[in-house]
């Protein structure tokens, strides 16, 4: 079946570092590939979907200078924590869906703890 | 504003008992639906999804959902359970013509040898 893998899938640093977090479509063209961040105890909240060759499309409430989302191949999207504080610390999911939307379900990545200190 | 509930926050059950895990969402339009399963130290999987047609959907290891237009629910089931069966099991509703997923707040099942 459809795989996705996401790198890191733990991270620890420093507050005020960048990171980034990769997602690739390992067996399929994902033209669109959406991040997700889950906070213990509670539901995935999609963050942002990304779009090969053009500009996420974020949700609301979410920093688009903050999180920044390049999807420079069919296959790799990423994901840019920048300038990170405790706050941030999360786990991010990444998934990929490589149909029309709404006719294959999205496919899901390991996901990646983000832990500031 | 479109969300989904799934009020069974912990489940514990021994093995061989039957499960139902609850969804309700709130959206009025045409929905896709889906149950996908997080083992431990795993990443989501879908479980089953609902497109259209049969209301009753069979899904992968016994697991069966129904959706119920009328309640705005989709109900997942399972006649008798393993410890296998130990996971996180999350509900999601993708309105129809859209690529957004809705997400529950997941449900902790365990399941006792």
């Known amino acids: 079946g459809a795989v996705v893998s996401q790198h890191p899938s733990r991270v620890i640093c420093k507050s005020g570092t960048s990171v980034k977090i990769e997602c690739r479509s390992l067996?399929?063209?994902?033209?669109?590939m959406f991040w997700y961040r889950q906070f213990p105890k509670q539901s995935l909240m999609l963050m942002a979907t990304?779009?090969?060759?053009?500009?996420?499309?974020?949700e609301q409430g979410v920093e688009k200078d903050k999180f920044l989302i390049n999807h420079a191949s069919l296959t790799l999207s990423t994901l840019t924590v920048t300038s990170a504080h405790p706050e941030d610390s999360s786990f991010y999911i990444c998934?990929?869906?490589?149909?029309?939307?709404?006719?294959?379900?999205?496919?899901f990545g390991d996901g990646t703890r983000l832990s500031i200190l | 504003a479109q969300s989904v509930s799934q009020h069974n926050h912990h489940v514990i059950l021994s093995e061989a008992a039957s499960l139902e895990l609850g969804c309700n969402y709130s959206?009025?339009?045409?929905?896709?639906l889906f149950w996908y399963v997080q083992y431990p130290g795993q990443h989501l999987q879908l479980l089953l999804k609902?497109?259209?047609?049969?209301?009753l959907v069979k899904g992968i290891k016994g697991f069966e959902a129904e959706f119920i237009k009328s309640k705005f629910s989709f109900n997942l089931r399972k006649p008798s359970v393993q410890w296998s069966d130990t996971a996180e099991y999350f509900c999601?509703?993708?309105?129809?013509?859209?690529?957004?997923?809705?997400f529950g707040t997941g449900t902790r099942l365990k399941v006792l040898a």
């Open positions: 609902y497109f259209s047609g049969d209301p």
């Open positions: 990304s779009n090969e060759g053009s500009k996420a499309t974020y």
């Open positions: 067996d399929f063209q994902a033209t669109t």
């Open positions: 959206y009025g339009g045409t929905v896709n």
């Open positions: 999601a509703v993708n309105p129809s013509g859209t690529y957004k997923y809705i």
């Open positions: 998934s990929a869906d490589a149909g029309r939307a709404g006719n294959q379900p999205q496919h």
